[in-house]
């Protein structure tokens, strides 16, 4: 009987699914030959900073028909066949394809350009045979574009990678997620043209909850510290038992398992957020769009030096161990929360605005990238 539900089951989400898909070409499809391919990752019911970034830029780009004359799908690698056809864990109408569905409906594009996140970089080679179909497809294509969405420059592959993906195409193009390694320097490093394209964090779908009508929980994100570049001997088990000790009337809540509506929901409860992650991440900016202080280590490959003079943002996880506690404690006045909260809400807003964001996105469109 449970096999027999199983299958049943099964064959509704497959139903569900090649309807959903049907109907997104039926409503999305443009009369034009040009593709604008995003591959996105294959876990379905997973969440994190990066998925939500690059669904974010593939969400607007899909709004800007008229700028780039351009039809707009998201896939899955090739040889990866998923039955689910969106992301479970937070809202979102983004409809993704198996590959061999793209190169179904869409034969042989005039010109076609595919986003690829920084970690997928290394499958695409000419010698690894998963990406056979990809390679015969656009054999026959006019103008192939390859675009890598850095969403994290720690964690790039390295150089012989990209060199690999110039064999694919020659058209090359980095995007990258944050002011800070958005640089000539960088350009010059990687070797392709390179255009700052953060994605947009507005204030406006979040829940902001004023002092008064918050609670007394500090959220954690789910990140161990990253001694590299940020040497420490002190664990963030040290930090969280030290707050818990000294702050008992706070509840402290690491994030972990949780869909991203409820995420939000908690974090517009909260008082404060501590990140242990970049620093300059989503739990850091996405606290403070929700009316939270939120507290970090300075990374000086996210955070803009206007972060460097903020209260809650330290020089490393040592001063953080030493002076949180404290720093709690004089905040958590209305007065003082109100104050600093503004004022950390206006720095993140200048850099996660809408505006800026859309306007980025023409710029590449336009071929108006800020280092060519």
Known sequence: MTLQINFLKKIKELQKSIEARKQYLKSNTKDTDNLILFFVPSETDHISGGLLSICSILQEVNTLFEVHKSNVVA????????????????????????????????????????????????????????MAPLLQWIQNIEHVQINILNQNDLLMPSQNYIDALKKISKNLTMTVAHDNYATQEKRDHYGIPLHLLQPWMSPTPYLFKA??????????????????????????????????????????????????????????????????????????????????????????????????????????????????????????????????????????????????????????????????
Request: hydrophobic residues 35%; glycine residues 2%.
């Open 75 to 130: 896939s899955f690698l090739p040889k990866k066949r998923k039955t689910a056809h969106t992301f479970s864990q937070f809202k979102n109408d983004i409809v993704v394809f198996n590959f061999s569905q793209i190169t179904t409906e869409f034969k042989k594009p005039k010109k076609l350009e595919i986003h690829i996140p920084d970690y997928m970089v290394p499958l695409f080679s000419l010698t690894n045979k998963k």
């Open 211 to 372: 002092y008064e009508d918050k609670e007394n929980i500090i959220i954690v994100s789910p990140d161990e510290i990253d001694r590299v570049p940020n040497k420490t001997s002190v664990t963030k088990q040290e930090i969280l038992d030290q707050i818990a000790q000294k702050l008992p009337h706070y509840k402290i809540v690491v994030i972990s398992d949780m869909k991203y509506d409820t995420y939000k929901e908690l974090i517009a409860k909260a008082k404060f957020a501590i990140t242990f992650g970049e620093g300059l991440d989503n739990y850091f900016v996405e606290s403070i769009f929700s009316g939270c202080i939120s507290f970090a280590v300075y990374n000086a490959v996210f955070f803009t030096t206007e972060f460097q003079n903020s209260q809650t943002v330290y020089a490393n996880f040592d001063t953080l161990h030493h002076n949180i506690v404290t720093d709690i404690l004089v905040l958590d006045k209305k007065e003082a929360f109100e104050v600093y909260q503004k004022k950390q809400l206006k720095l993140v807003s200048d850099i996660y605005s809408y505006k800026r964001f859309k306007r980025k996105i023409k710029e590449y469109y336009q071929g108006d990238l800020d280092f060519k």
